[in-house]
């Protein structure tokens, strides 16, 4: 019986985390110097969010979900949501130059 139950939880468990749809929208190919706008969307509900831009970007402007990132290299953006000191979902999108093509410059 324990082991029907626990099954059982673990089907509900797996379920609820499919319902969650997250979503990161931006370019994953990028031009130097021009800002792209990056927006991370998820169906949880956070209390705050993290954005961190590693590589060749900076954040520029932007608030909430969305972000406007200048890359002047490739680079990865990460937006985490955050609840009770807790990230509750994350996201991550790598993006290259536009320029490099098969790690030549064109």
Excluded at 6 to 27: D, E, H, N, R
Aim: charged residues 15%.
């Amino acid at each position: 019986m324990k082991l029907i139950r626990l099954a059982l939880v673990s089907i509900v468990l797996t379920s609820a985390q499919l319902l969650f749809g997250q979503s990161f929208s931006g370019p994953e190919e990028v031009c130097p110097s021009v800002v792209h706008t990056y927006t991370y969307s998820d169906d949880v509900v956070y209390s705050s969010v993290t954005w961190n831009v590693t590589g060749g970007g900076s954040i520029v402007s932007g608030s909430g979900l969305s972000r406007d990132i200048r890359w002047s290299s490739d680079g990865t953006v990460t937006c985490q949501l955050w609840r009770n000191g807790a990230i509750v979902s994350q996201g991550t999108k790598t993006v290259k130059d536009q320029r490099t093509f098969g790690g030549m410059r064109r």
